[in-house]
């Protein structure tokens, strides 16, 4: 499972990106394909992105990764979005 960044406010887990893009279609609509282009996240990126949950804790991306693999380590999903 990897994370794939959907558009600039979406991110989402899933096996391949063509799995990414299905679910987000089936959750969200549409890909806008003239200012959305999915791809994955480097290590880097997953090492430097940050999230921030309501009571306070901030987890990289790649914490939050590992949690989420522990939860459901083979369900397509929403990862992080920056509208919820």
Same mark, same amino acid.
Do not use: C, H
């Given at each position: 499972?990897?994370? *794939? !960044?959907?558009? #600039?406010? =979406?991110?989402?887990?899933?096996?391949?990106?063509? @799995? $990414?893009? !299905? /679910?987000y #279609?089936? =959750?969200?609509?549409?890909?806008d394909?003239d @200012?959305?282009v999915?791809r994955?996240?480097?290590? !880097? #990126?997953?090492?430097?992105?940050?999230?921030?949950f @309501?009571?306070?804790?901030?987890?990289? *991306?790649a #914490?939050h990764?590992?949690h !989420?693999?522990?939860?459901n380590?083979?369900?397509p999903r929403? *990862? $992080?979005?920056?509208? /919820?």
């Open positions: 499972m990897k994370v *794939f !960044e959907m558009n #600039e406010f =979406d991110w989402y887990l899933a096996k391949s990106i063509e @799995e $990414a893009a !299905e /679910q #279609e089936l =959750d969200v609509g549409p890909i394909s @200012e959305d999915p994955g996240l480097s290590v !880097e #990126e997953m090492a430097t992105l940050m999230l921030t @309501e009571d306070g804790r901030k987890l990289s *991306f #914490e990764l590992k !989420e693999l522990i939860r380590p083979a369900e929403i *990862f $992080a979005s920056l509208e /919820q």
